[in-house]
């Protein structure tokens, strides 16, 4: 499950000034602004927790997975989404993040088929999920409409098989689902072919990347999209990202869009210029301290 993993995720300006102010009451009005130019911050009852993508420690988590899974659980993080093939080994890796405090609401899985199957479930069994994501397709499977349909099939099949096992089954995208063809023809094509049982992972970089407004693609999915992935950069595929908050991503649009649909803000950093632990930490500091996420700190 690791080489997978590892095989599948290679692959992988405009900035509004605030959030907008009419998001359900749960930005309370006051005279004090904080650093993003925004008056009221979001009620902390209504904040959205904060998880890490333990993809983003892949390298640090093989030279010392309980070290650093500790390390994460002291920055505050309330969740872990995990990656198949966890260094740690299934069993070993549940209990830890059992004994930390940390919950695990997702996990990334190979595709859900006759073969892997029995692998997912375990999966899940063992981190006691009802839901489960597909990490990656190849660009290959969205080069034509025609493609993309087939793509979809291929998910709606998947997901029926998850279901049938108590599952629920999500999609993460990357930047490729939306720059073959016209991108937001693309996404409306997508959202019109799978089956609304099949939840979207959004990751925002990615479709950013993509060439669509990541702030009018996250308000426009919706509650088909219950889980959002946060990362920074300067919106080049192949270049290095940032810790979020220091990148062209606009976050705080990005939370305020979702601030109705999203269950959990999931950081993930695929590769980074600076030390990857700081990043890490970074990221958390920067969601908390602005109200845009909750943790535990």
């Known amino acids: ?3 997978y993993y590892e095989q599948t995720r290679q692959f992988g300006e405009s900035s509004r000034a605030a959030i907008h102010s009419g998001i359900s009451g749960q930005i309370r009005n006051n ?3 904080n650093d993003n130019g925004l008056k009221g911050r979001i009620d902390m009852a209504d904040m959205k927790p904060i998880a890490l993508q333990l993809y983003s420690l892949r390298e640090a988590l093989a030279e010392d997975f309980e070290g650093i899974v500790r390390q994460v659980a002291d920055m505050g993080y309330v969740g872990v989404e995990p990656y198949g093939g966890m260094p740690g080994g299934l069993e070993n890796s549940a209990a830890l993040f059992r004994e930390l405090g940390l919950h695990v609401f997702n996990s990334h899985v190979a595709f859900p088929d006759e073969e892997t199957t029995p692998e997912v479930l375990a999966i899940a069994d063992a981190y006691g999920l009802d839901r489960v994501c597909v ?9 034509t409409v025609d493609m993309i349909k087939r793509t979809c099939e291929k ?19 990357h930047w490729w689902e ?6 937001a023809a693309t996404l409306d094509l997508m959202l019109a072919e799978l089956d609304e049982g099949v939840f979207l992972e959004l990751d925002t970089y990615w479709v950013q990347v993509g060439g669509l407004d990541a702030v009018d693609v996250v308000r426009q999915v919706g509650s088909r999209a219950p889980l959002i992935h946060l990362k920074d950069g300067l919106l080049d595929p192949k270049g290095d990202m940032t810790a979020v908050g220091g990148g062209k991503m606009d976050v705080p649009g990005i939370v305020a869009a979702s601030a109705e649909s999203a269950d959990w ?11 990857m632990l700081e990043a890490v930490r970074d990221s958390y500091t920067y969601l908390t301290t602005k109200g845009l996420a909750r943790g535990k700190k």
Not at 155 to 173: F, I, K, P, V, W
């Open 265 to 275: 803000y999931i950081v993930e950093l695929d590769r980074c210029a600076t030390d």
């Open 155 to 173: 998910l709606n099949r998947a997901g029926q098989l998850a279901s049938d096992n108590g599952l629920r089954l999500g999609y993460h995208n």
């Open 178 to 183: 939306f720059k073959q063809l016209n991108g």
């Open 135 to 143: 990490a990656y397709l190849p660009p290959t499977e969205f080069e």
């Open 31 to 33: 005279t004090d602004t």
């Open 1 to 3: 499950m690791t080489k």
